[in-house]
């Protein structure tokens, strides 16, 4: 241990430090989580706009097919994201009042979309890697 690390609890914490509502915290992150997908999509809407251009460069040219088919993985990973905070979580709030093995099979289910939602990031970024390789549909 460090210098100056005796006294510290778990992720650096006072170990006599008063509990941190961690619901609150959530729905704070929850918040700002919906302003940064509001922000990614104004922005996504704007820069593809300048770059493909028209409705027949995107549906035509190599890159408006990458487009669509990032756009597609977005809009999956939009889609478990709502499922996860409208669907799951408060399933899996409610059953934890009621049996554990009930409990277990929300938080299975939680935790398989919450996986397929990373899976799909990742290939959004392989979309935007090679998006980002190509020579824009408006140039083409």
Known sequence: MAAG???L?????????????VDSVLMRFS???YLAVATLVGTGLVNSWLLVGSVSSLLHSAYGQILMAKLAFFA???ALA??????LVP???ASGHDAAGC???WRSKLRAHVLCEQGLGLLVLLSV???GTIRPAIGQ
Do not use: C, K
Request: without cysteine; proline residues 5%.
């Open 91 to 93: 399933a899996l709030e």
């Open 31 to 33: 918040g700002m989580g």
């Open 103 to 105: 409990s277990d099979v």
């Open 76 to 78: 999956g990973m939009l």
């Open 9 to 21: 609890g778990y992720a650096g914490t006072q170990p006599d430090a008063s509990p941190v509502n």
């Open 129 to 131: 890697s090679i998006l």
């Open 5 to 7: 690390e005796a006294g």
């Open 82 to 87: 709502a499922a996860n905070r409208f669907w």
